[in-house]
């Protein structure tokens, strides 16, 4: 158990951290917290354990720490990356992984974080692992955060409606992401987007 409460005390600090050094980036701040409703309910649907479920709700509320280290000119650019820019943005995913892997109660949740842009079909970031090679939990956040990107406005361009984000979802099953997952979430979809509404 006391492993257990050093998990949730860390979390604490780190999301505090991380709310402060996104104070400068409400919409990332709110990314985070969307994602991490919807992990949280797309695992609990998966009927994964109460503990399970808490490392995926943690590792979604802290997938995009590592974009503390992007630079502003890049993080805040309101035109398309370019290829230089993108291989900078991309380095979040190690950079997320490298600043919670130091601490021994965050292990699971760092590899999570690490793993969360990688594909099923393993042409993702940043180690190309494909489909059970990639963390469970990685795979849950990946459909969370591209149906939060999908569904958020761009200045480069506008929010998908639900209904083509969801036809993109299941465009992509077993492409991007994990077709049992993909499975469960459109099954639920509706579910999991009122999970989202919490924090527009």
Same mark, same amino acid.
């Not at 979604?60 to 990356?81: C, M, N, R, W």
């Given at each position: 158990?006391?492993?257990?409460?050093?998990?949730?005390?860390?979390?604490? $600090?780190?999301?505090?951290?991380?709310?402060?050094?996104?104070?400068?980036?409400?919409?990332?701040?709110?990314?985070?917290?969307?994602?991490?409703?919807?992990?949280?309910?797309?695992?609990?649907?998966?009927?994964?354990?109460?503990?399970?479920?808490? $490392?995926?709700?943690?590792?979604?509320?802290?997938?995009?720490?590592?974009?503390?280290?992007?630079?502003?000119?890049?993080?805040?650019?309101?035109?398309?990356?370019?290829?230089?820019?993108?291989?900078? +943005?991309?380095?979040?995913?190690?950079?997320?992984?490298?600043?919670?892997?130091?601490?021994?109660?965050?292990?699971?949740?760092?590899?999570?974080?690490?793993?969360?842009? /990688?594909?099923?079909?393993?042409?993702?970031?940043?180690?190309?692992?494909?489909?059970?090679?990639?963390?469970?939990?990685?795979?849950?956040?990946?459909?969370?955060?591209?149906?939060? @990107? +999908?569904?958020?406005?761009?200045?480069?361009? =506008?929010?998908?409606?639900?209904? @083509?984000?969801?036809?993109?979802?299941?465009? =992509? @099953?077993?492409?991007?992401?994990?077709?049992?997952?993909?499975?469960?979430?459109? /099954?639920?979809?509706?579910?999991?987007?009122?999970?989202?509404? =919490?924090?527009?």
């Amino acid at each position: 158990m006391k492993k257990r409460r050093n998990l949730f005390m860390y979390h604490d $600090i780190v999301a505090a951290l991380v709310s402060a050094g996104e104070a400068r980036d409400i919409n990332t701040y709110k990314h985070s917290a969307r994602v991490s409703d919807m992990a949280e309910k797309i695992a609990y649907l998966m009927g994964l354990d109460k503990s399970s479920i808490e $490392i995926v709700h943690i590792a979604a509320d802290l997938h995009d720490i590592g974009k503390i280290a992007i630079p502003d000119k890049i993080l805040f650019k309101s035109e398309k990356l370019d290829d230089n820019e993108w291989k900078i +943005m991309k380095s979040h995913t190690t950079t997320g992984y490298d600043i919670l892997e130091k601490l021994e109660e965050f292990e699971d949740i760092a590899k999570i974080v690490r793993h969360h842009h /990688e594909r099923w079909d393993g042409h993702g970031y940043p180690d190309r692992k494909a489909h059970t090679e990639i963390p469970l939990g990685a795979r849950i956040i990946a459909i969370a955060d591209s149906i939060d @990107a +999908m569904m958020s406005n761009r200045s480069y361009r =506008n929010s998908l409606s639900s209904s @083509a984000c969801k036809i993109e979802i299941e465009k =992509n @099953a077993g492409i991007m992401y994990d077709p049992t997952i993909t499975t469960i979430v459109l /099954e639920h979809w509706h579910e999991i987007l009122n999970e989202r509404k =919490n924090n527009l």
